[in-house]
């Protein structure tokens, strides 16, 4: 699925101009899945004011040790996000994700 970019967090914005000046283009596009994911894992529930549902708050599993409900908080998410998820493994050291938008 293609989308807006984003860099740090922002807007990827490269601002195309013909020779005239004027803007012929300016915001990136491309996939964007692992950005999607990577957000799902950032975001808390109640960080994203469009759908105060969306977030796993992946900094909360620093000290926890239910590696199996982490796992399925993380499949519910992708899932609500509209993609097929194959597989979700979350071990003390990394996070796989095998999922794709369907």
Avoid: C, P
Avoid at 49 to 72: A, C, Q, T
Avoid at 80 to 98: C, L, R, S
């Amino acid at each position: 699925m293609n989308g807006i970019q984003m860099t740090d967090y922002d807007l990827d914005i490269k601002v195309v101009t013909d020779a005239s000046g004027r803007i012929q283009s300016g915001l990136v596009v491309g996939d964007i899945l692992h950005q999607n994911q990577a957000l799902i894992l950032i975001f808390h529930k109640g960080d994203l004011k469009d759908d105060v549902s969306v977030g796993v708050g992946i900094d909360r599993m620093l000290l926890d040790n239910d590696r199996l409900s982490w796992s399925r908080e993380i499949r519910e998410q992708l899932e609500m996000d509209g993609q097929k998820v194959k597989d979700v493994q979350v071990t003390d050291k990394t996070i796989k994700i095998d999922a794709r938008y369907v």
